[in-house]
């Protein structure tokens, strides 16, 4: 794929949750419940950070009626999904999604010629026909879905097809960041060492102290939040990058550009570092670096034996 090559995520969102809650609470669940508020099922970042992982998304569209899916708002505003609002004509009428997502497959690959890739996230033979106009354009076709649900001629009809529980597979081990001196992670909890001279005694300025320690213990868990969050970022992308290359090493180079796509406001600067080797470098606990043939390349670390193991 070259460097220009583009991403179009399509989403038919009801059909995808539907699935999950009928797999969950019986089929027809769906059905029965489907003017109610719906509670948020799909994991949406895992499908975002896939199609990330094929390369840059230039479309991301989601198609459903949206009343009925409200608590998915912060899901869906984190990862820059573009609602469509699709409303049913009746009562026991289709919503009318794949139509309209196929119509708009086929008018953006007219307009937009850099976007080579083409992910619809569903699981109906209804798209069949779509799979065949796709590959016609020269695009190559993903299919995302369900395991229990999906139609397996539409998922062969695919250049590639992805079940959604794979993808919620690929998660990140507990990281083991290096923490600042005088913090402790043993027991989860914040701590910070005690002074030398040891802790006053109760008077006047007890109170004082005590704010003082707790404006500590609340620093130190900020800073240990944000070590564990560059950590996980960085893992799952190496993850993401494994799992398409087949190996568990990847370029140490397309890494960086890969967790940016994943989240745009990623710098090295925000977590206290002057580039990204150093970041990578903090993290010796966490992942494995060796020199590649063109590059150094990176893995997760394997856990080591323990003694009784050994």
């Not at 469509?84 to 008018?107: R, Y």
């Not at 992910?119 to 879905?145: E, F, H, N, Q």
């Not at 006047?204 to 704010?211: L, M, N, S, V, Y």
């Amino acid at each position: 794929m070259a460097n220009n090559d583009a991403v179009a995520l399509y989403w038919d969102f009801e059909n995808v949750h539907a699935s999950l809650l009928d797999q969950q609470q019986g089929h027809g669940t769906y059905r029965a419940t489907c003017f109610r508020p719906q509670e948020e099922l799909i994991d949406v970042s895992a499908i975002v950070e896939f199609a990330l992982s094929l390369g840059p998304v230039a479309i991301n569209r989601a198609f459903a009626n949206w009343v009925s899916f409200t608590r998915y708002r912060f899901a869906l505003l984190r990862n820059a999904v573009e609602l469509i609002q699709v409303f049913s004509p009746g009562a026991n009428a289709k919503n009318g999604a794949d139509i309209k997502l196929c119509l708009d497959v086929m008018d953006d690959m007219a307009r937009f010629p850099h976007v080579r890739t083409v992910i619809v996230v569903g699981g109906d033979s209804d798209y069949m026909p779509l799979a065949y106009k796709v590959k016609a354009a020269g695009r190559t076709l993903v299919g995302i879905g369900s395991r229990v649900s999906t139609n397996q001629h539409w998922a062969r009809s695919c250049h590639e097809f992805k079940y959604y529980e794979s993808l919620l597979s690929v998660k990140a081990p507990e990281s083991q960041v290096p923490l600042a001196p005088g913090y402790m992670a043993t027991t989860g909890t914040p701590q910070i060492a005690e002074p030398a001279g040891g802790v006053e005694n109760p008077g006047t300025g007890e109170t004082a102290q005590g704010e003082e320690l707790r404006l500590l213990l609340d620093r130190a868990a900020e800073a240990e939040r944000r070590r564990q969050e560059m950590a996980g970022l960085v893992c799952r992308a190496i993850m993401l990058m494994s799992e398409r290359r087949g190996d568990a090493w990847v370029q140490k180079a397309g890494l960086r550009p890969f967790i940016q796509r994943m989240d745009p406001t990623f710098h090295e600067s925000n977590f206290g570092f002057d580039n990204f080797s150093d970041l990578l470098e903090s993290m010796g606990d966490v992942i494995d670096t060796r020199r590649g043939e063109h590059d150094h390349e990176v893995r997760i670390a394997h856990p080591q034996p323990t003694s009784s193991e050994a």
